[in-house]
Structures are given as structure tokens and as C-alpha cells.
């Protein structure tokens, strides 16, 4: 049973153009919500987060939204850049726990 | 400061043959923690050490042995290998100030059962 769950595998945006990675969770107990940005033959590095206290959080170009009704997040990058294109792992953790269950992962490709 | 280091890069395996996969850490946290990463699954947790002298299973630790040396080592053990365990392997460390959950990840274990 996927509890994090990255329904688009794959996405292909012009750049300069937003760029909307989807990520769905079925586990009310999540309360805290990271996107990892991973380059071929490297480890996933941290890009931003986004506590269930909040519904959005901006760093530069890049914008999480949590709805917690729909137990749904977003990560919204603005203006695309080729050096965005990666897999895109959407991950959550529940309260007082360090585990994080991570989503299948969306790779973005942006075109120039 | 390296972050988090892991060796091998690369290793192929027969079948029932068994390897470590070492992980350092220098940023001084009290998590380690071992995935692996397969096509289409993300991440999925194998063992986790929430402190020196503990370790957890995670999600998928059937054929997975773990050791946590000390506060900055964390090894992985697969003492029989089989081809399912074909995969990418990924160590992470995390120091969870309260409201953080940030893991960092080492570059992988590229690992190959034939």
C-alpha cells in the first residue's frame, strides 16, 4: 500500500515556463512533507520542505503548496531551467518520527 | 566536510555470494539510515539507526544485516545475495532538530546480483 504517491511518472516542460509536480499521501498522521531533487548517478539532495502547519512554502524558484483536506501537495518551479530537469521525490514523515516514506519519484525534463 | 560516503560505487555479485556496503558520515548526526532504490518504487527504507548501539527494521529488510560501528558508521550486510537484490543503495544521515526531518544522501551503491 503506496501511502506517498507520485502519480506522473514522467514531465516535460519548455523552459522558462512553470513546471507542477503532484504528490498525493493517504496518512493522516503525516505532518511534514519534503521534496528531494535527484541528478543521474547521485544521491537525492533536499530542495524544500513544508510543515502541516503551513499551506505554502517559497523558496526562490521553487514553491510547495500543501492542501490537507485533499492530502495533496504540489511543488511549483517558476521559470523552469534546463538544470531542473531530474527525478523529483515527494517524501513525508509523521509526528515525532525521522522515517520518511518517499513517492516513486516524477522525472522532469525541461526543453530549451 | 564530505557529508555522507559510501563504498563501493559499483559491485557485481553472484548469486550467494556475500558484501558489506560501508557508509561514513563527518556532519556528526545521531541517524543512519539504508534504502534502496528500484524503477518505479522511489525510495524504500531497509534499516534505520535512530542512535549509536540502535537499529530498526524498516520496510524492507529481509536478507539485509546492519551495523552501526559507531556515531559515524553505518553498514549494510547482505550475507547471501540474490538477484532481487539487484538495486541502487542509498545511505542517509539526519540530526532532527525539533521541526526538521532533513536526510542527506551519499552517492549510492550501484549493485549487480547475477
Known amino acids: 500500500d503506496q501511502q506517498v504517491k507520485q502519480n506522473s511518472p514522467s514531465l516535460s516542460v519548455q523552459e522558462g515556463r512553470i513546471s507542477i509536480l503532484n504528490c498525493d499521501y493517504t496518512?493522516?498522521?503525516?505532518?511534514?512533507f519534503l521534496w528531494y531533487k535527484k541528478y543521474p548517478a547521485e544521491g537525492p539532495t533536499f530542495l524544500i520542505s513544508?510543515?502541516?502547519?503551513?499551506d505554502k512554502n517559497e523558496d526562490g524558484r521553487f514553491t510547495v503548496f500543501l492542501n490537507k483536506s485533499a492530502k495533496h501537495l504540489s511543488l511549483h518551479i517558476v521559470p523552469s531551467q534546463p538544470g531542473d530537469s531530474a527525478v523529483y521525490f515527494c517524501?513525508?514523515?509523521?509526528?515525532?518520527?525521522?522515517?520518511?516514506?518517499f513517492g516513486a519519484g516524477t522525472i522532469l525534463r525541461v526543453k530549451s | 566536510n564530505a557529508g555522507v560516503t559510501q563504498t563501493p560505487k559499483f559491485q557485481v555479485l553472484k548469486t550467494g555470494q556475500s558484501m558489506t556496503l560501508q557508509c561514513a558520515q563527518d556532519m556528526n548526526h545521531n541517524s543512519m539510515y539504508w534504502y534502496r532504490q528500484d524503477p518505479g518504487m522511489g525510495l524504500r527504507l531497509i534499516y534505520y539507526s535512530a542512535s549509536e548501539g540502535t537499529t530498526d527494521k524498516g520496510e524492507v529488510p529481509n536478507g539485509y544485516n546492519v551495523s552501526r560501528l559507531n556515531k559515524r558508521e553505518f553498514s549494510l550486510r547482505l550475507e547471501s545475495a540474490a538477484p532481487s537484490q539487484t538495486s541502487v543503495y542509498f545511505c542517509?544521515?539526519?540530526?532532527?532538530?525539533?521541526?526538521?526531518?532533513?536526510?542527506?544522501f551519499g552517492p549510492g551503491t550501484r549493485l549487480t546480483v547475477t
Open positions: 542517509a544521515s539526519s540530526d532532527e532538530p525539533r521541526g526538521s526531518y532533513e536526510q542527506y
Open positions: 513544508i510543515s502541516s502547519i503551513k
Open positions: 496518512n493522516s498522521m503525516f505532518d511534514y
Open positions: 517524501a513525508a514523515s509523521a509526528r515525532y518520527g525521522n522515517k520518511l516514506v
